[in-house]
């Protein structure tokens, strides 16, 4: 099975911009899609592909990705924007399982 | 409204056996494939197991495998996860999720819609 690690947390201040990565080998392969999760309520998908934000995503959320890492950038940060994030690709075994990214904390300062 | 319904969690012994369901509304079920996943308290999500939109292909993380059971029934719009064997690492929210995907970049996967959860406390 396949791994994407993420930094546990990051801190950005009010305005400014923040990259979340998530790195792994199956990533060669596939792209990640990204998540926002507040507390006590069920992901919300932020951006898929290689960077495709679904309706009612702010633009300033975007993503992108080279060799074996995503990354994910809220430029501007609002103080909405503080959740858990996590990365989600296809395993790299080549069948259709998936996998997450270990999670990163944001907080907008 | 499209949106996903999950039930069926609750408080169960080690070792016994519950069955989730999640039922979908708002959109043509069985043009999806769809998948289930877990989130013990305070950690983070974990993928559990998927099933194609005709049941020919079912995959499971190997956590669950040889316990868990994904199926579904399309004419009641519905997913199900039977699970057996349970443990007290079972203990977490399930989600059950729509996979959307696009066929630019050789193609991609996501999951476009979630339901709100059900909680599986294993716990003697």
């Known amino acids: 099975s396949s791994e994407l690690t993420q930094d546990p947390a990051v801190s950005v201040a009010l305005g400014q911009t923040v990259r979340i990565t998530c790195q792994g080998d199956?990533?060669?392969?596939?792209?990640a899609s990204w998540y926002q999760q507040k507390p006590g309520q069920a992901p919300v998908l932020v951006i898929s592909?290689?960077?495709n934000r679904p309706s009612g995503i702010p633009d300033r959320f975007s993503g992108s990705s080279s060799e074996k890492t995503a990354s994910l950038t809220i430029t501007g940060a609002q103080a909405e924007d503080e959740a858990d994030y996590y990365c989600?690709?296809?395993?790299?075994?080549?069948?259709?399982?998936?996998?997450f990214g270990t999670g990163t904390k944001v907080t907008v300062l | 409204e499209v949106q996903l319904a999950e039930s069926g969690g609750g408080l169960v012994q080690p070792g016994r056996s519950l069955r989730l369901s999640c039922v979908a509304s708002g959109f043509i079920f069985d043009d999806y494939a769809m998948h289930w996943v877990r989130q013990a308290p305070g950690k983070g999500l974990e993928w559990v197991s998927t099933i194609s939109w005709n049941s020919s292909y079912r995959g499971y993380a190997e956590s669950v495998k040889g316990r868990f059971t994904i199926s579904r029934d399309n004419a009641k719009n519905s997913l199900y996860l039977q699970m057996n064997s349970l443990r007290a690492e079972d203990t977490a929210f399930y989600y059950c999720?729509?996979?959307?995907?696009?066929?630019?970049?050789?193609?991609?996967?996501?999951?476009?819609?979630w339901g709100r959860g059900t909680l599986v406390t294993v716990s003697s």
């Open positions: 989600n690709s296809r395993d790299s075994s080549g069948n259709h399982l998936r996998v």
């Open positions: 999720a729509r996979e959307e995907w696009g066929t630019a970049y050789g193609g991609y996967w996501y999951f476009d819609l």
């Open positions: 592909g290689n960077n």
């Open positions: 199956s990533l060669r392969s596939y792209y």
